[in-house]
């Protein structure tokens, strides 16, 4: 069974940074594609970054390109999202999901079997 732990979320004005972590447990995690995912109050769960199983490839959503990036550790069983010039909106509860379809990107929560319990990031103006 897998089971996902997310930390690195917190307070942090407009304009700063956070770094989250997402620490996988089980064997699969190097073969999994992963995916963050946020949601904030009243709106549905959206995609924010996905990643290859090999670090390759990743996809990034239009709304933080350029400020966000995810990169993993399959030695340590660890996917990261590195945000910089963060804006109120993105405050939001913050999700790390692991793939059971293979080593593939996805920005489809559907193809991610796997869950965390998420981090609150919350940024002030």
């Known amino acids: 069974q897998v089971q996902l732990v997310e930390s690195g979320g917190g307070l942090v004005q407009a304009g700063g940074s956070l770094r989250l972590a997402c620490v996988a447990s089980g064997r699969t995690f190097s073969s999994a594609g992963m995916g963050w995912f946020r949601q904030a109050p009243g709106k549905e769960r959206e995609f924010v970054a996905a990643?290859?199983?090999?670090?390759?490839?990743?996809s990034t959503a239009d709304s933080v390109k350029g400020r966000f990036t995810i990169s993993r550790d399959n030695g340590k069983n660890t996917v990261y999202l590195q945000m910089n010039s963060l804006k109120p909106d993105d405050t939001a509860v913050y999700y790390c999901?692991?793939?059971?379809?293979?080593?593939?990107?996805?920005?489809?929560?559907?193809?991610?079997?796997?869950w965390g319990q998420g981090t609150q990031v919350t940024v002030s103006s």
């Open positions: 999901a692991q793939s059971n379809l293979g080593p593939y990107v996805s920005t489809l929560a559907g193809r991610y079997a796997y």
């Open positions: 990643i290859s199983s090999s670090g390759r490839s990743t």
